[in-house]
T-cell receptor, first 114, second 108 residues
Framework: EAGVTQSPTHLIKTRGQQATLRCSPI?????VYWYQQALGLGLQFLLW???????NRGNFPPRFSGRQFPNYSSELNVNALELEDSALYLC?????????????FGAGTRLSVL | RKEVEQDPGPFNVPEGATVAFNCTYS??????FFWYRQDCRKEPKLLMS???SGNEDGRFTAQLNRASQYISLLIRDSKLSDSATYLC?????????FGKGTTLSVSS
C-alpha cells in the first residue's frame, strides 16, 4: 500500500513568488493535515482538510492557504513568499474511521526561499 | 510556557544503555499523547501511543502523568538503529502539538 506522497521533493523560489505543494493521502484516508518544520523549530500545525472542507488552521497568516480535491488529495499554496517560509512542509493523512490524531506523514517538500 | 517542552539533548549513549526522555505539556485539556521518531531529513513516524496506565512495546516503555502533565519514554538495551530524534506529541482534538524533539545518538 502506498504511503502519503508529496511533490515536489524540493522547491526553490524567490521572495515574493508563490509556491504550490501537493499531497496525496494514503488510499482510504479522507483527512489531510499540513505542517511546517522550520530549522530549529518543532513541527507547527498549518491546516486540516477533511471531506473537501477546511476544518482547522494553525496560527499562520492568510497567505498560507490550501484546498482538498474530491479524490482527497490536497494542495498547499503559499503566496508572497518570505525568507522565513523556508522550511520542510509535511503532509499527513488519517482515515475516515478511527482516531483523527493517528496521522501518517509523507516525506515532505523542502521549500527554499532565496 | 511552550505547549510541549522537551530536553533537546543530544543524548549520547553506548549500545546497551538505558535512556529516558521527558516531556511536559501545558494544556490540561489534552486528550491523547504519542511519541514519534524522526530520522535525519525524514518524516516523523509514530513510535507509540501513550496511555494513562503506562504501556510497553518491546524495549520501549511510555508513561503518562496527567496530574503533573508529564510524559516519559524509556528505551532499554539501546541499539545503534535507535539513533534518531524523538518527538513528544500531544493532541487536543485533531491538532497535534509537537515538541522540538530530543536527539539520541547511540554509539558502539
Amino acid at each position: 500500500e502506498a504511503g502519503v506522497t508529496q511533490s515536489p521533493t524540493h522547491l526553490i523560489k524567490t521572495r515574493g513568488q508563490q509556491a504550490t505543494l501537493r499531497c496525496s493521502p494514503i488510499s482510504g484516508h479522507t483527512s489531510v493535515y499540513w505542517y511546517q518544520q522550520a530549522l530549529g523549530l518543532g513541527l507547527q500545525f498549518l491546516l486540516w482538510y477533511d471531506e473537501g472542507e477546511e476544518r482547522n488552521r494553525g496560527n499562520f497568516p492568510p497567505r498560507f492557504s490550501g484546498r482538498q480535491f474530491p479524490n482527497y488529495s490536497s494542495e498547499l499554496n503559499v503566496n508572497a513568499l518570505e525568507l522565513e517560509d523556508s522550511a520542510l512542509y509535511l503532509c499527513a493523512s488519517s482515515p475516515r474511521q478511527g482516531p483523527k490524531n493517528i496521522q501518517y506523514f509523507g516525506a515532505g517538500t523542502r521549500l527554499s526561499v532565496l | 510556557r511552550k505547549e510541549v517542552e522537551q530536553d533537546p539533548g543530544p543524548f549520547n549513549v553506548p549500545e546497551g544503555a538505558t535512556v529516558a526522555f521527558n516531556c511536559t505539556y501545558s494544556n490540561s485539556a489534552s486528550q491523547s499523547f504519542f511519541w514519534y521518531r524522526q530520522d535525519c531529513r525524514k518524516e516523523p513516524k509514530l513510535l507509540m501511543s501513550v496511555y494513562s496506565s503506562g504501556n510497553e512495546d518491546g524495549r520501549f516503555t511510555a508513561q503518562l502523568n496527567r496530574a503533573s502533565q508529564y510524559i516519559s519514554l524509556l528505551i532499554r538495551d539501546s541499539k545503534l538503529s535507535d539513533s534518531a530524534t524523538y518527538l513528544c506529541v500531544v493532541a487536543a482534538g485533531t491538532a497535534l502539538i509537537f515538541g522540538k524533539g530530543t536527539t539520541l545518538s547511540v554509539s558502539s
